[in-house]
């Protein structure tokens, strides 16, 4: 009897491993159907996009990154493989155009162009910093403000956005 249990236990462990194997297999075609139905919902709805990579920075060349500009222009182009993507629902922001009052006034122009069934992404490829204090609203648990640097944000320390300018 002890052996009789063995076998079963045994047994029950291979099919419980084989049939592990043909779960991946039996839900790809679910998967791929639920992928179709999703492109078919909202057939109203519009892609945006705000790219922005600052890569060159006023007067701090050693801070310079010229792969976030590569960047920027390789998602734009990956975006554009889509046929949900269009040309001009995709605003670039890069080097010396990548300005806080760019930036910003691209971000109201998402909040202008787009509707709540309508796809957003942010994409933001900068340096990033933190204060040593919390700008009001005193909303950060740590007791500092993040903050990301524009084209001018080494040269003119207040150009800087924070996140609390972002949530804004």
Request: glycine residues 6%; without cysteine.
């Amino acid at each position: 009897m002890n052996t009789n249990l063995k076998e079963i236990i045994s047994l029950t462990l291979v099919v419980i491993l084989v049939g592990t194997i043909f779960l991946p297999i039996q839900s790809i075609p679910l998967q791929a159907s639920s992928l179709q139905n999703s492109s078919k919902i909202g057939k109203g709805t519009q892609y945006w996009a705000l790219v922005v990579g600052i890569g060159k920075y006023a007067e701090y060349p050693e801070d310079n990154r010229p792969d976030m500009i590569l960047e920027v222009n390789d998602f734009r182009n990956l975006l554009l493989q889509s046929p949900w993507w269009s040309a001009d629902h995709i605003k670039i922001l890069t080097a010396e155009n990548a300005t806080r009052s760019n930036i910003l006034a691209g971000l109201r122009w998402l909040i202008k162009m787009a509707s709540t069934d309508d796809v957003v992404v942010v994409y933001l490829s900068t340096h990033g910093m933190y204060l040593t204090f919390d700008i009001p609203p005193r909303d950060e648990a740590d007791g500092r403000d993040e903050f990301l640097i524009p084209y001018w944000g080494f040269a003119i320390n207040t150009s800087f956005i924070t996140d609390d300018t972002i949530n804004i």
